[in-house]
DNA sequence: CTTAAACAATTTAAGTCTAAACGATGCCGA
DNA sequence: TCGGCATCGTTTAGACTTAAATTGTTTAAG
């Protein structure tokens, strides 16, 4: 369903990429997110799992920044997991106004299980894409990230 | 930072595509919310002017497909925009059961307005891609959203 | 030292979203 | 015609999110 707007032919061509990417990428979130649903978590609580599975223990503030959510929303995301035990905090020794987190054994076994399973879902869909059509992805991808920060730069707030 | 996963070939490939599509378009998304609200509006209630403004007056379930959100959520939104009077219920009298929503003279006004800057927001990103790449960026999201379509038939819920 | 500024995490208030239940209406076969 | 089923919009409860204010801690300048 493209755009109904009548503008430049650049215009309408933009307005149409950018429809179907947010389509798509919407779909795809909401399909994983319901796939996510099964094992108890959602997508942000599997995001922090899978961040300390793969990076160890991180200071809140770090997860904050690489899931680009709001300190506020970090604590509220750890408390959750906490009352899960899948996570523990621990004030940092050094710094006492950090915390780290760490995975608790229950924690890492239940990324353990679920992380393959998650990415089995992400590579069949993704297994439409032949190896150039995914290898252009990636470079698009990272050319709109570097644009949106020099844009935002540009002009801030 | 590509992912620290250990896997097949594949499984990595896809895995950095995958978390470059989601950071890349998490920040889109929060950079356009960031303008929307300097007009007063959210990204929500902007897509529901914008399709009344381009496809004429729409049933609220019509809405709901469309933007891909609940009947809730569209009753939740038109509320709020008909509170700034910026549209208008109007029930079926053929189907009473719906009702049908009209952009108001206020609510035309407004997006008449915001569209062409949250359009050129849209251009100025989108600008650093060539038209090959751009060309190629909606054929994959169009494979994508298909994927995800057919892999919801094969194993529903 | 002491105090001001900077920073981490938490709390709070407000907003947005979904799923599920509900009431009203329309459709259709018996 | 009537009774059951489907569909529409709304309501409700609960989850998630942010922004802003708050608390506690560290750092650095005087």
Redesign the interface.
């Known amino acids: 369903?493209p755009?109904?707007?009548k503008?430049t032919k650049?215009?309408v061509?933009?307005?149409?990429?950018?429809i179907?990417?947010?389509?798509?990428?919407?779909?795809?979130?909401?399909?994983l997110s319901?796939k996510l649903k099964r094992y108890g978590i959602t997508e942000a609580q599997f995001g922090v799992l899978e961040m300390l599975y793969?990076?160890g223990p991180l200071q809140q503030n770090q997860i904050a920044r690489?899931l680009?959510r709001s300190r506020g929303n970090i604590t509220f995301i750890i408390d959750k997991l906490e009352k899960m035990n899948l996570v523990k905090r621990v004030v940092d020794a050094e710094d006492r106004r950090c915390t780290e987190v760490y995975l608790t054994p229950k924690g890492e076994a239940l990324i353990k299980k679920i992380?393959p399973m998650h990415?089995k879902e992400?590579?069949?869909?993704?297994?439409?894409?032949n190896?150039n059509?995914?290898q252009?992805?990636?470079?698009?991808?990272?050319?709109?990230?570097?644009?949106?920060?020099t844009?935002?730069e540009d002009k801030p707030q």
């Open positions: 369903m755009t109904h707007y503008g650049e215009e061509t933009v307005l149409n990429v950018f179907k990417l947010t389509r798509s990428t919407e779909s795809l979130f909401q399909y319901i793969h990076l690489k680009l992380f990415l992400i590579v069949s869909i993704f297994s439409v894409l190896s059509e995914k252009l992805l990636e470079k698009i991808c990272k050319k709109i990230s570097k644009r949106i920060l844009q935002k």
